[in-house]
């Protein structure tokens, strides 16, 4: 069973508005939530993290949100570059040191 | 480069033959982690290794086994691959401290 989902497998956004990628997870134990990045033929590359504790960080054009409450969080990328399309991958760390990842999303960024 | 190796890159093998996927780091990092991605399931977690010969199992592990003699290698085996286990394989590393995990480039693996 999926402990951490994103429901939109796509998404497309035109150059220069934001970009906004949801997850929700279900395990409320989760100690840290981050986002990857994910381009075809390559490993996924971290792009930003946020602690169970907060419920915003950003940096640069990339800012997350955690709304704990309704176990949701999401990426917001302002503005959007068509260098930023590519798979993003959600993902949660458990305190076992488990890392698990969503299904991911493909963000099309049009010029 | 976070010093992440896995080897080989590309593997094509026959339904019921073993297969060892190698992932191999220079960074000393304590946690290691193995994933498949699959269209439609995103990166599954089959095993993680929190030390040398310290591992445990994740989402996915019937069909796979892992070893760590060496903090620097953690090994991967399908004892007899099937179909299913066609796949793309990543590696990750990650610090005691850290949060994030460094990927390697991955191993795309066809049994036919």
């Known amino acids: 069973d999926q402990q951490v989902k994103q429901n939109s497998p796509s998404l497309s956004v035109q150059e220069g508005r934001i970009s906004i990628l949801n997850c929700d997870y279900t395990n409320s134990m989760f100690d840290y939530f981050l986002w990857y990045k994910k381009y075809p033929a390559e490993g996924p590359t971290f792009l930003i993290s946020i602690s169970s504790i907060k419920d915003k960080n950003e940096d640069g054009r990339f800012t997350v949100f955690l709304n704990k409450s309704a176990k949701h969080l999401s990426l917001h990328i302002v503005p959007s570059q068509p260098g930023d399309s590519a798979v993003y991958f959600c993902a949660a760390l458990t305190g076992a040191n488990n890392l698990f990842f969503g299904t991911g999303t493909r963000l099309t960024v049009i010029p | 480069d976070a010093g992440i190796t896995q080897s080989p890159r590309h593997k094509v093998t026959e339904t019921g033959t073993p297969v060892t996927l190698r992932c191999h780091q220079t960074?000393?990092?304590?946690?290691m982690y193995w994933y498949r991605q699959d269209p439609g399931h995103g990166l599954r977690l089959i095993h993680y290794?929190?030390?040398?010969?310290?591992?445990d199992k994740g989402e996915v592990s019937d069909g796979y086994s892992v070893s760590r003699s060496k903090t620097e290698d953690f090994l991967l085996t399908l004892e007899s691959a099937t179909s299913s286990q066609t796949s793309v394989y990543f590696c990750?590393?990650?610090?005691?401290?850290?949060?994030?995990?460094?990927f390697g480039q991955g191993t795309r693996l066809t049994v036919v």
């Open positions: 990750a590393i990650r610090t005691a401290q850290g949060t994030e995990a460094f």
């Open positions: 960074e000393n990092h304590r946690y």
């Open positions: 290794s929190y030390g040398v010969k310290d591992t």
